[in-house]
């Protein structure tokens, strides 16, 4: 709330915003007059298709029970909700007289074909850094989509947040046009896997985390982990071991993680296991591997200790109850999991496992709440998928049962509160 306020303060003391909001900032040149809708070759086409899955398009911008790329589709955020726009060819609701130039400007620039600045909610932050080339594929594949005439949906957002004037001031803040700049001293293969995790693929915009006024720190560059604004999902750094981070894993590990949704290591739950199953399943085995690449070497640096509490004996008994009653059957008395006769996980194990001991506690709470369901993939077709108990354990008790988890088989990350369990359990889910 005091982000709010501080950005509703920011926007009446810059007097500026309203002359901003018009101008191209940052060298943000307007279209050349006359630029006309094109098609392109059969092979922009088929690089177009391919980009789109790796940059997870499609499932923004088509409504639930919706047309495919129709558009409307809420986005939530703490702003208000933002509704995805139709990318059909449609000439009056879709992008039907765009071109190829009017495109790169939403991309590059966040502006929409007549000038108009787009909510972030789209990430042009990162989308900024995706090539021309690439660009213009994607558009020519859009352009052979089947033309659905469906008109925009109104944003429901909180005053000021929906005027161009906050916005002008929010990217005069936070928002630089840029590109791709190559690591010379790395391979390309490395920096295959950067520009796909911090251009098209948009990784920061959930593992990057959101400062008060819902921008990613270090203008996208962050990936140290944040929650997920009206979701309630925690998603893990990537720069920190005892989170996300791979730097110690296989490379086969981690992409079989982003291909199969599972891996010796891990297995992918909540909001990314939706990511596995729209996207990076579809990947090709050398942007997988370049991927992997890149990940295992950010550097890593442990979170601070948690200042945690351990659970009192009460709490813990009636964990350790709920535990073999609900629990023990699948994940063992242990929390050791169970494998299959080849050794695939069937269920993940619960001792050293991540999702367990990280802070905050929010993932935990949202997999008992839940249920846990790992993607359907072709390495993985028929996945395991765990009850929801929320509906069955009170806050207290999904407190207890957390705590358990948390303080047992060599973990010391501490008491989980019912509190926090009230907190974590509500939020879109998806």
């Not at 705590?403 to 889910?429: I, K, L, Y």
Request: proline share 8%.
């Amino acid at each position: 709330m005091l982000g709010r306020w501080l950005l509703f303060l920011v926007v009446l003391l810059g007097g500026l915003a309203a002359g901003v909001a018009w101008l191209n900032v940052a060298g943000e040149a307007p279209v050349a007059a006359g630029a006309t809708p094109a098609n392109g070759t059969p092979e922009q086409v088929a690089r177009g298709e391919y980009l789109v899955r790796v940059g997870n398009c499609m499932t923004c911008h088509t409504a639930r029970g919706g047309t495919p790329w129709a558009g409307g589709r809420g986005i939530a955020t703490p702003f208000g909700t933002v509704y995805a726009g139709n990318l059909t060819p449609d000439p009056d609701t879709g992008l039907g007289r765009w071109s190829a130039d009017h495109f790169w400007r939403a991309m590059h620039h966040g502006r929409s074909a007549d000038g108009r600045l787009l909510y972030p909610a789209f990430p042009y932050p990162d989308m900024s850094r995706v090539t021309r080339e690439d660009s213009d594929a994607i558009y020519f594949y859009l352009r052979t989509l089947p033309p659905v005439r469906q008109a925009a949906t109104p944003h429901a957002l909180d005053f000021p947040y929906g005027t161009q004037a906050a916005l002008a001031v929010w990217r005069a803040l936070f928002f630089r046009p840029g590109g791709f700049e190559p690591d010379a001293s790395r391979s390309a293969e490395w920096n295959r896997g950067a520009y796909l995790v911090r251009g098209l693929g948009h990784c920061a915009a959930c593992h990057g985390g959101r400062n008060p006024f819902g921008a990613t720190p270090e203008r996208g560059m962050s990936l140290d982990g944040g929650l997920i604004p009206m979701r309630n999902w925690y998603a893990p750094a990537l720069t920190a071991p005892e989170q996300a981070g791979v730097a110690d894993w296989e490379a086969d590990h981690v992409v079989a993680l982003l291909r199969d949704g599972t891996s010796p290591r891990g297995s992918a739950l909540g909001p990314m296991a939706d990511v596995v199953y729209r996207s990076l399943q579809h990947l090709r085995e050398d942007d997988l591997r370049a991927i992997a690449v890149f990940l295992k070497s950010l550097p890593q640096q442990r979170s601070a200790a948690s200042s945690r509490k351990a659970p009192d004996p009460a709490q813990l008994e009636a964990g350790a109850g709920l535990y073999e009653t609900h629990c023990a059957d699948c994940h063992g008395k242990n929390g050791e999991g169970a494998r299959s006769a080849t050794g695939a996980t069937m269920v993940p194990p619960l001792a050293g496992n991540r999702t367990v001991t990280m802070e905050p506690p929010a993932n935990l709470i949202r997999v008992i709440v839940h249920g846990g369901f790992l993607p359907a993939t072709r390495g993985n077709p028929r996945p395991f998928g765990m009850p929801p108990y929320g509906l069955v354990l009170t806050d207290a008790e999904i407190a207890a049962l957390a705590s358990f988890m948390r303080t047992s088989w060599g973990h010391a990350a501490g008491e989980v509160r019912p509190q926090e369990v009230a907190r974590f359990r509500g939020g879109t889910g998806e």
